[in-house]
């Protein structure tokens, strides 16, 4: 199995906003976080992203299909490199494709200097992270009763 990632131009925009609705509307229901959800994004915050020189957007695609999307953050400063975020969308999850888009994205911008987090209650995320090599920073964010934001670091 494999899967290629094509950068995402501003037109694809409204689509890459639908999907990141649709695909993390499941977490916004468990944990009913309307403050940080990207399922609660808007349509604009994720254009200006986009416009951001640092910031680039990737389709995740698997036998032509748009199965996710991955956004990397790269200043180009000495600073860590960020994905922020990465999703697959529901009907495509439990496959190794957010494994294999991770590797992929390490071979376009080197595998070291990388940070990223999750929530600290979904456990698939974090055992993905650490399979990838990812180790967390110790910092623990509190969000709201059941809900933590937990940090890693991939030097």
Do not use: C
Not at 30 to 36: A, G, I, L, T, V
Not at 59 to 86: C, H, L, T
Not at 137 to 148: C, R, V
Request: hydrophobic letters at 35%; a neutral charge.
């Amino acid at each position: 199995m494999s899967i290629t990632l094509v950068k995402a131009t501003e037109s694809d925009i409204k689509e890459i906003w639908e999907m990141q609705v649709e695909a993390f509307k499941s977490l916004l229901e468990k944990y009913q976080d309307y403050d940080m959800s990207p399922a609660t994004e808007s349509y604009e915050n994720v254009l200006n992203k986009y416009k951001q020189p640092w910031t680039s957007y990737f389709f995740i695609i698997r036998n032509n299909e748009k199965v996710g999307v991955v956004r990397v953050v790269d200043k180009k400063d000495g600073s860590r490199k960020r994905i922020a975020p990465i999703w697959i969308m529901p009907a495509f999850r439990n496959q190794g494709l957010a494994q294999l888009a991770m590797r992929e994205v390490e071979k376009l911008y080197g595998s070291h200097h990388w940070q990223l987090d999750t929530i600290l209650q979904e456990q698939g995320n974090i055992y993905l992270y650490e399979k990838l090599g990812y180790k967390r920073t110790g910092e623990i964010e509190n969000i709201k009763d059941g809900m933590d934001i937990v940090y890693f670091y991939k030097d």
